[in-house]
């Protein structure tokens, strides 16, 4: 199964292969990040993207696959894949950076702790292998 | 004002009355109406003397100290210490001091406390004779007790007792010596003493009862070491504490010719004027109206608001006598008296309870209607805050009073609500704050807990005895007033960590999921707060309910702070820091140069630590388990730096090389080090252990503390550095290592059990309900009967643990984390760069600067730009 990405879209992998592969779309191009199975629920993992940056992916408790840029704009250090994730009582799905836990919404990249800051947001998509 | 001088107030004392006195005059808004000079004989502001005693379970004097930092400047009140009037002119209305100056006043507002009474016998001056008074009494029982071994109180009344604790405290071998055929002869009558001496001998305090003491004898040198009595038989002791009753200092005014009582104290009118209209007294050295000098603070302060309030112009609220209530401070004594207690009221009747057995004497003393007048409890004061205020208010008791003394299991004890109290009803007997005061402030001003309820009525900030009736007091006006106060852990969790901890205890829930789903009150991924809380309390039951105890299993994995995901400190450029464990401190040559060859090879930064071990930082996550690798493999474990969990336990060099030591430190630092370690908390947790009393190794400064003494250990809980130190308090005394150890066991599970999420022991020992008191209760008296239970989870702990470094290795599943990038295992993180600093590196942190400066800084031909996988 293949979902086709459009802006801000991402992958829903309730009924994927655990050996279906996870991919981000940058610059234009998809790329390559990991096995579904690599990525537990709640957690994210860090991507090299071609031209050099990188993207942090996660899967959220209902199973959605979300990618964000991976540099903490308030830190400048590459570690937002390390964050945890949590969901607001309005049910958006964030991640808190691990240094200074500012929150990220996933599927916005609006900064829910600073309006006047927004990241990158890649969509997704599942590759059956 | 258009006058440009201001008349003069001179108080002379400042000790509590006297800063009442100051305080009030502020409240009352007339600080800036006089120029206020202050006499202290003291040299230092006025302190908490109420609570004297807590200096020998760790508060310092600074922590006793009743000002705010700035206060006497504030009100621009002129204080002078070390300067005690010695002479009043009313004629000419001045006051001469020690060091020679005069001073002139309108008004002169005499405070001077009281003094210790020492019977004239002989010997009385001898070197090692005290009395207990003064922050510097205490220095000096403290400094002389150091080279003593036996100690004597002289005067077994409330503060003899007192006295008696501390000397116990000490680690003297210890003696009251009372003239009265019972303790406590002024509070309790003979039932509740017989209850108190078998309580107190039970502390290991020796307790003679009706004899006097004949003299004090004294060695060659001029040093006290016996005691002769009017019996004829005589004590060997090293120390001697006099505490026979106090005496108002009234000496000045009666060489300047005031009315002084009979017996002592300044005689007062009911505005606390003396015979000069332009002088008035306050505190213990005034004779009130009633014909009594009162040597508690609370009719103090009543007096002290009496003349501020005159001074003000406002109506002032006459002094005509007060409630002489008192409950014992003393270690592990609950005695508490108050009201009528001896039933002298005509048609008194007794209720009594006593079970001699136990130590246990209860009585009420109620009207033929059954209104409450007074009572005596020795033995579990329990409900000493409840009943007090109810004393003499008229009103018949809501139950028999037989209910409110029989102990749990016959039928009581009743327990009475803050509901049974009138409004008028005193619930804060040193401020004089009543219940319908209590509730204003709740409904008023809008106070919703029970720190800015005390911070705004003052209630519960003298001898804390009524704090229980406060928060009663407080929860139930909130209900009323229908304020939903959130205690809830996070948006989606509306229990506190305790409650959650119940829950998953009690229905054996292993994962924040099904936690969340069933007992959430949001759905959804929960959040950054819940998550990591949820998973230390699942780590610290995981044997209890068979989960795996190891964080990085399963969806623990998912719950854990990124630096319990990568077991190592996330560092401010993204890389790790690695703390390896150095169990109290103790290192070989070889581990030191195994870490040397670590840090020099993967490039570290290595730093001491504050606590007693190393730190190498600025290792990448594809390093860590190399690192580690080489680490295990020397025999190191990890240090759990970046878990809520045991720290350090730090230690001096004890007995084995120092020649102070009197217990060897460094093994039973190394020992609760290896006990403890990887045991899941609400907060980090430190320990140290110092060899004596000198304390290198700043026990008092952690969460569980310990001191060697010539007859085992003695065990300080509550300390704490960071932000707001607090010095730890002692828990149990002259311990043997087993003791020891079980009463931590039983301690740090009952904190765990117990406290909010990111609570230190310190802040938790200062909320819960009771204190130090209940927490000593439950751990050293098992009073909820759950010691064993405690112990048992311990034990269930210490036999689960597995060094979780030495487990993630050899796991391959656990290890696939380790990579920079998921898609490009093998390339390093470009990110992560160090520059050159004192022979060491620091991180670059110019590359983070924006993402184009990292780009830049990429080589084009660098295979980083590269086809993954
Ligand atoms: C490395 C060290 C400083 C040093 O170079 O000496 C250190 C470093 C940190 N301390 Fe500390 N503390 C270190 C000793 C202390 C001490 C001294 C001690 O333990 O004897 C204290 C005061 C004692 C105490 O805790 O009561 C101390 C009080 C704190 C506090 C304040 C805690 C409080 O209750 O107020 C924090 C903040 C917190 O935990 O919320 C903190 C937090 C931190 C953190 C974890 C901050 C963070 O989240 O990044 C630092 C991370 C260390 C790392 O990355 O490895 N550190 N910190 C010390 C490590 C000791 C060790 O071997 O484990
Ligand atoms: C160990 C202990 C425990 C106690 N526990 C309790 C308790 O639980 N409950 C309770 O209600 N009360 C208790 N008290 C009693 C309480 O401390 C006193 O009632 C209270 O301190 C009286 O306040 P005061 O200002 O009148 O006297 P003090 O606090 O004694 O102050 C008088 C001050 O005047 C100074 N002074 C004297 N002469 C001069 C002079 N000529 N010039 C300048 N300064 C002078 C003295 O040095 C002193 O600093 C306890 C007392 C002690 C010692
Ligand atoms: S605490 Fe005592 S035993 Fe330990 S090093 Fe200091 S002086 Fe020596
Ligand atoms: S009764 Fe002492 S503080 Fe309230």
């Given at each position: 199964?293949?979902?086709?990405?459009?802006?801000?879209?991402?992958?829903?992998?309730?009924?994927?292969?655990?050996?279906?592969?996870?991919?981000?779309?940058?610059?234009?191009?998809?790329?390559?990040?990991?096995?579904?199975?690599?990525?537990?629920?709640?957690?994210?993992?860090?991507?090299?993207?071609?031209?050099?940056?990188?993207?942090?992916?996660?899967?959220?408790?209902?199973?959605?696959?979300?990618?964000?840029?991976?540099?903490d704009p308030f830190t400048g250090a590459y570690v937002l894949s390390r964050?945890?994730?949590?969901?607001?009582?309005?049910?958006?799905?964030?991640?808190?950076?691990?240094?200074?836990?500012?929150?990220?919404?996933?599927?916005?990249?609006?900064?829910?702790?600073?309006?006047?800051?927004?990241?990158v947001v890649h969509p997704t998509r599942l590759s059956p292998a | 004002m258009?006058?440009?001088?201001?008349?003069?107030?001179?108080?002379?004392?400042?000790?509590?009355?006297?800063?009442?006195?100051?305080?009030?005059?502020?409240?009352?808004?007339?600080?800036?109406?006089?120029?206020?000079?202050?006499?202290?004989?003291?040299?230092?502001?006025?302190?908490?003397?109420?609570?004297?005693?807590?200096?020998?379970?760790?508060?310092?004097?600074?922590?006793?100290?009743?000002?705010?930092?700035?206060?006497?400047?504030?009100?621009?009140?002129?204080?002078?210490?070390?300067?005690?009037?010695?002479?009043?002119?009313?004629?000419?209305?001045?006051?001469?001091?020690?060091?020679?100056?005069?001073?002139?006043?309108?008004?002169?507002?005499?405070?001077?406390?009281?003094?210790?009474?020492?019977?004239?016998?002989?010997?009385?001056?001898?070197?090692?004779?005290?009395?207990?008074?003064?922050?510097?009494?205490?220095?000096?029982?403290?400094?002389?007790?150091?080279?003593?071994?036996?100690?004597?109180?002289?005067?077994?009344?409330?503060?003899?007792?007192?006295?008696?604790?501390?000397?116990?405290?000490?680690?003297?071998?210890?003696?009251?010596?009372?003239?009265?055929?019972?303790?406590?002869?002024?509070?309790?009558?003979?039932?509740?003493?017989?209850?108190?001496?078998?309580?107190?001998?039970?502390?290991?305090?020796?307790?003679?009862?009706?004899?006097?003491?004949?003299?004090?004898?004294?060695?060659?040198?001029?040093?006290?070491?016996?005691?002769?009595?009017?019996?004829?038989?005589?004590?060997?002791?090293?120390?001697?504490?006099?505490?026979?009753?106090?005496?108002?200092?009234?000496?000045?005014?009666?060489?300047?010719?005031?009315?002084?009582?009979?017996?002592?104290?300044?005689?007062?009118?009911?505005?606390?004027?003396?015979?000069?209209?332009?002088?008035?007294?306050?505190?213990?050295?005034?004779?009130?109206?009633?014909?009594?000098?009162?040597?508690?603070?609370?009719?103090g302060y009543e007096m002290a608001g009496a003349v501020a309030h005159q001074?003000?112009?406002?109506?002032?609220?006459?002094?005509?006598?007060?409630?002489?209530?008192?409950?014992?401070?003393?270690?592990?004594?609950?005695?508490?008296?108050?009201?009528?207690?001896?039933?002298?009221?005509?048609?008194?009747?007794?209720?009594?309870?006593?079970?001699?057995?136990?130590?246990?004497?209860?009585?009420?003393?109620?009207?033929?209607?059954?209104?409450?007048?007074?009572?005596?409890?020795?033995?579990?004061?329990?409900?000493?805050?409840?009943?007090?205020?109810?004393?003499?208010?008229?009103?018949?008791?809501?139950?028999?009073?037989?209910?409110?003394?029989?102990?749990?299991?016959?039928?009581?004890?009743?327990?009475?609500?803050?509901?049974?109290?009138?409004?008028?009803?005193?619930?804060?007997?040193?401020?004089?704050?009543?219940?319908?005061?209590?509730?204003?402030?709740?409904?008023?001003?809008?106070?919703?807990?029970?720190?800015?309820?005390?911070?705004?009525?003052?209630?519960?900030?003298?001898?804390?005895?009524?704090?229980?009736?406060?928060?009663?007091?407080?929860?139930?006006?909130?209900?009323?007033?229908?304020?939903?106060?959130?205690?809830?852990?996070?948006?989606?969790?509306?229990?506190?960590?305790?409650?959650?901890?119940?829950?998953?205890?009690?229905?054996?829930?292993?994962?924040?999921?099904?936690?969340?789903?069933?007992?959430?009150?949001?759905?959804?991924?929960?959040?950054?707060?819940?998550?990591?809380?949820?998973?230390?309390?699942?780590?610290?039951?995981?044997?209890?309910?068979?989960?795996?105890?190891?964080?990085?299993?399963?969806?623990?994995?998912?719950?854990?702070?990124?630096?319990?995901?990568?077991?190592?400190?996330?560092?401010?450029?993204?890389?790790?820091?690695?703390?390896?464990?150095?169990?109290?401190?103790?290192?070989?040559?070889?581990?030191?140069?195994?870490?040397?060859?670590?840090?020099?090879?993967?490039?570290?930064?290595?730093?001491?630590?504050?606590?007693?071990?190393?730190?190498?930082?600025?290792?990448?996550?594809?390093?860590?388990?190399?690192?580690?690798?080489?680490?295990?493999?020397?025999?190191?474990?990890?240090?759990?730096?970046?878990?809520?969990?045991?720290?350090?336990?730090?230690?001096?060099?004890?007995?084995?090389?120092?020649?102070?030591?009197?217990?060897?430190?460094?093994?039973?630092?190394?020992?609760?080090?290896?006990?403890?370690?990887?045991?899941?908390?609400?907060?980090?947790?430190?320990?140290?252990?110092?060899?004596?009393?000198?304390?290198?190794?700043?026990?008092?400064?952690?969460?569980?503390?310990?001191?060697?003494?010539?007859?085992?250990?003695?065990?300080?809980?509550?300390?704490?550095?960071?932000?707001?130190?607090?010095?730890?308090?002692?828990?149990?005394?002259?311990?043997?290592?087993?003791?020891?150890?079980?009463?931590?066991?039983?301690?740090?599970?009952?904190?765990?059990?117990?406290?909010?999420?990111?609570?230190?022991?310190?802040?938790?020992?200062?909320?819960?309900?009771?204190?130090?008191?209940?927490?000593?209760?439950?751990?050293?008296?098992?009073?909820?009967?759950?010691?064993?239970?405690?112990?048992?989870?311990?034990?269930?702990?210490?036999?689960?643990?597995?060094?979780?470094?030495?487990?993630?290795?050899?796991?391959?599943?656990?290890?696939?984390?380790?990579?920079?990038?998921?898609?490009?295992?093998?390339?390093?993180?470009?990110?992560?760069?160090?520059?050159?600093?004192?022979?060491?590196?620091?991180?670059?942190?110019?590359?983070?600067?924006?993402?184009?400066?990292?780009?830049?800084?990429?080589?084009?031909?660098?295979?980083?730009?590269?086809?993954?996988?």
């Open positions: 199964m293949t979902t086709v990405a459009t802006e801000t879209a991402f992958a829903v992998a309730t009924e994927a292969a655990a050996t279906d592969r996870i991919e981000v779309l940058a610059e234009g191009a998809w790329a390559p990040v990991c096995d579904l199975e690599r990525l537990a629920p709640g957690r994210g993992v860090a991507a090299l993207l071609p031209d050099g940056r990188q993207a942090a992916v996660f899967r959220d408790h209902l199973d959605r696959i979300h990618a964000i840029a991976n540099r964050g945890l994730l949590g969901s607001t009582a309005d049910g958006r799905v964030y991640v808190a950076s691990p240094l200074l836990k500012q929150r990220f919404d996933l599927v916005t990249g609006e900064c829910l702790d600073d309006e006047s800051v927004r990241i | 258009t006058t440009t001088t201001r008349p003069t107030v001179l108080l002379v004392g400042y000790g509590m009355v006297g800063h009442r006195f100051l305080e009030a005059l502020a409240d009352a808004g007339a600080a800036d109406r006089y120029r206020v000079v202050v006499l202290a004989e003291e040299p230092r502001h006025a302190y908490d003397r109420v609570a004297l005693t807590s200096y020998f379970s760790g508060k310092t004097p600074e922590d006793l100290l009743l000002a705010e930092d700035g206060f006497a400047a504030k009100h621009g009140y002129e204080i002078h210490l070390s300067d005690p009037a010695t002479a009043i002119d009313r004629e000419a209305r001045t006051v001469t001091t020690a060091s020679g100056r005069s001073i002139a006043y309108d008004t002169l507002v005499l405070a001077t406390g009281s003094y210790p009474f020492v019977p004239p016998v002989d010997g009385k001056d001898a070197e090692g004779c005290f009395v207990y008074r003064t922050i510097e009494d205490l220095h000096a029982i403290e400094a002389y007790a150091a080279g003593s071994r036996v100690g004597a109180v002289v005067g077994g009344g409330l503060l003899g007792l007192e006295a008696a604790g501390a000397l116990k405290g000490l680690g003297l071998q210890t003696h009251v010596v009372e003239f009265a055929p019972r303790l406590m002869p002024v509070q309790v009558d003979e039932g509740g003493g017989e209850a108190l001496r078998r309580t107190i001998e039970e502390m290991g305090v020796v307790v003679h009862t009706g004899i006097g003491t004949t003299a004090v004898t004294v060695s060659p040198e001029g040093a006290a070491n016996g005691m002769t009595f009017t019996d004829g038989s005589s004590l060997d002791t090293d120390l001697v504490v006099f505490s026979a009753g106090v005496r108002p200092r009234d000496q000045l005014a009666r060489d300047c010719g005031l009315k002084v009582g009979e017996r002592g104290g300044i005689a007062v009118d009911e505005n606390c004027r003396t015979s000069d209209e332009n002088v008035f007294a306050i505190g213990e050295c005034a004779l009130a109206v009633d014909g009594r000098v009162y040597g508690l603070v609370a009719p001074l003000a112009d406002k109506a002032a609220k006459p002094f005509t006598g007060a409630d002489l209530s008192t409950k014992l401070k003393l270690l592990g004594v609950d005695v508490a008296s108050f009201g009528d207690a001896f039933g002298t009221t005509p048609g008194a009747l007794d209720v009594v309870y006593s079970d001699s057995r136990s130590g246990i004497y209860k009585k009420l003393v109620v009207t033929p209607e059954g209104a409450l007048l007074g009572g005596i409890l020795v033995g579990d004061a329990e409900a000493y805050s409840s009943l007090r205020p109810l004393a003499g208010t008229g009103t018949p008791l809501p139950v028999p009073a037989e209910s409110l003394v029989l102990p749990a299991g016959a039928g009581g004890p009743v327990s009475l609500g803050s509901s049974a109290l009138p409004d008028e009803a005193v619930v804060c007997n040193c401020h004089n704050v009543t219940k319908g005061e209590v509730r204003a402030a709740v409904t008023e001003h809008s106070c919703g807990t029970v720190p800015e309820v005390k911070k705004c009525t003052k209630a519960g900030t003298g001898c804390g005895s009524c704090i229980k009736l406060l928060s009663t007091i407080v929860s139930d006006e909130l209900e009323a007033s229908g304020i939903e106060v959130d205690k809830g852990l996070c948006p989606c969790f509306g229990q506190t960590r305790a409650e959650l901890y119940e829950i998953v205890r009690v229905k054996r829930i292993s994962t924040h999921r099904r936690l969340l789903a069933e007992h959430g009150r949001l759905g959804g991924e929960g959040c950054e707060v819940c998550k990591p809380t949820v998973g230390s309390i699942i780590a610290s039951l995981a044997p209890e309910l068979e989960a795996s105890g190891h964080v990085l299993d399963g969806e623990q994995a998912a719950l854990q702070d990124t630096n319990d995901h990568f077991l190592a400190n996330l560092q401010k450029n993204g890389s790790y820091s690695v703390v390896p464990r150095i169990p109290g401190g103790e290192i070989t040559p070889e581990g030191l140069i195994v870490i040397g060859e670590v840090a020099r090879d993967f490039g570290l930064y290595t730093k001491i630590t504050g606590g007693q071990r190393i730190d190498l930082f600025g290792a990448t996550v594809d390093q860590l388990p190399l690192i580690w690798t080489r680490l295990v493999e020397a025999g190191f474990e990890s240090g759990h730096a970046y878990g809520k969990s045991l720290r350090t336990v730090k230690s001096c060099v004890g007995s084995t090389w120092c020649r102070y030591g009197v217990q060897d430190s460094v093994a039973m630092a190394i020992h609760l080090e290896l006990r403890y370690r990887g045991l899941r908390s609400p907060h980090k947790l430190k320990s140290a252990v110092s060899g004596c009393a000198r304390e290198c190794a700043e026990a008092r400064g952690k969460d569980f503390g310990i001191i060697a003494t010539s007859n085992g250990w003695n065990l300080y809980v509550g300390g704490n550095g960071g932000a707001t130190p607090r010095h730890a308090d002692l828990l149990a005394q002259d311990l043997d290592d087993d003791q020891l150890i079980k009463l931590i066991d039983r301690f740090l599970m009952f904190y765990i059990r117990t406290a909010d999420r990111l609570e230190r022991t310190s802040a938790w020992l200062e909320r819960i309900e009771g204190g130090l008191d209940h927490v000593r209760d439950v751990v050293v008296h098992d009073s909820l009967g759950i010691a064993d239970e405690l112990e048992a989870l311990m034990a269930n702990h210490v036999s689960d643990y597995q060094d979780e470094w030495a487990a993630t290795l050899a796991d391959p599943d656990r290890m696939r984390r380790f990579v920079s990038f998921v898609n490009a295992p093998g390339v390093e993180d470009p990110s992560i760069r160090f520059t050159p600093e004192r022979g060491q590196v620091k991180p670059d942190l110019t590359l983070l600067a924006t993402e184009a400066d990292l780009l830049a800084a990429l080589d084009p031909d660098n295979s980083l730009l590269l086809e993954v996988r």
